[in-house]
């Protein structure tokens, strides 16, 4: 059987405690993806966990060196336990060097990376940090990850891969990574890519997949008969994606040997994607919420016509709409405004959601409208006040004032911000 050979093709082939008062620089959106995944190492002790980065250039500072362009970042990679403690660390350097200044500004096309780390099987907080090295911009992407155990199993499973591309290499096959978990709707398929472990006493499995949609509605039920040829296998499966519909799905994988008794639990991996539609941003995978998030921007009477528009192939058209006449770039492929707002938007949710989603929040809805505030001074044991934080953003000259009036860390508003909203929506 052909072995699998996992490649990072060059990026142009892709064209501790909280101090009572604290004042810093805030906020940075992540402008890199990342996917961690956990495949046997061969060790009795250790999982191989493999750190796959993909940074667009557009997002790397480019500077001129003779007759090329030339940008670089540092990344580094933390493991954390649950009580916050590091438990390994990893820190490498890039550096991206292209022919034309065009490629500097391309958000099509990035800089793939790729690090191994052997780690004790267990649950992880996994902190991944960008730091661009010519404009000092930092950004950061915080994940849970499960690092498994393979090691003499009966049977068991690798982390499921999406893959970007894969071609035959004489007896190998090459394969590049999907990071992003972005499928276009104009493609036709994707492929997935994961290992089989066995202890060498199953001869044959049953590998059972379903995609399912948000709301668990079905789209793909079926069952392929796989023969083991060894202790570790390599599995590589095409699905026509030409069927789904722009949104987020859940791709399951579940195996069990052929001879394994009724009733008896299988293996089960899961990988979530999204398919992309047109130049709309990866983070948007439900049209009608992503019609609700844009009512901080949006004048009354059009957010009601598009929310109230009942047909979904409507609302898609009033949505798109809505945004074409906020592209600051009309020529290009990419609608900036847009992939900036939801980027904020997504942002909001993993960091200041409550009791409610976080673009729903005081907090979110600022740094949707604002962005990221110049300062940031964090108030929460002050003997005489409630816990508070002021936002400073220098662009509008104002300093906005959030409220613990719970005690929950439910911060609310306390700064009038009607006219900057009446603004925003004029424009």
Known sequence: MKRLLILLLCSSALLAQVESRKTYVAFDLPKFFVDVLGFSSGDSLTTRVDIYLQ???DDIQFVKKNDRYTGSYEVTVNFLTDDNASVAEKIWTEEVRVPVFEYTESKKTASLTRRSIDMQPGIYTIRVQVKDLESKKVS???????????????LALSDVMLVNRSAAE??????????SGDIGERNNSFSIFFEVYTDGSIDSLLLHYTITDSKGKEFLNTVQRFNVNGTKDQVITRFDSAKYAPGAYVLTVDARSTLAEPGSLPIVKKRMFVVR???????ISDVSLAVKQMRYIAKADEYDQIDETEDPDEKRRLFDAFWKKR????????NEYMEEYYSRVEYANKHFSHYQQGWRTDMGMVFILFGSPN???RHPFDIDSKPYEVWTYFEYNRSIVFVDESGFGDYRLLTPIW?????????
């Open 375 to 377: 300062n940031v001074e």
């Open 277 to 283: 539609s047109g130049n709309m941003p990866v983070s």
């Open 55 to 57: 940074v667009p250039y």
């Open 170 to 179: 004489g007896e190998r096959r090459a394969i590049t990574p999907n990071i």
């Open 419 to 427: 006219d900057l909203l009446q603004r925003l929506k004029t424009n």
């Open 327 to 334: 592209d600051p770039s009309p020529g290009t492929d990419l």
């Open 140 to 154: 950061y992407v915080v994940k849970k990850i499960l690092v498994g155990n393979y090691f003499r199993k009966e």
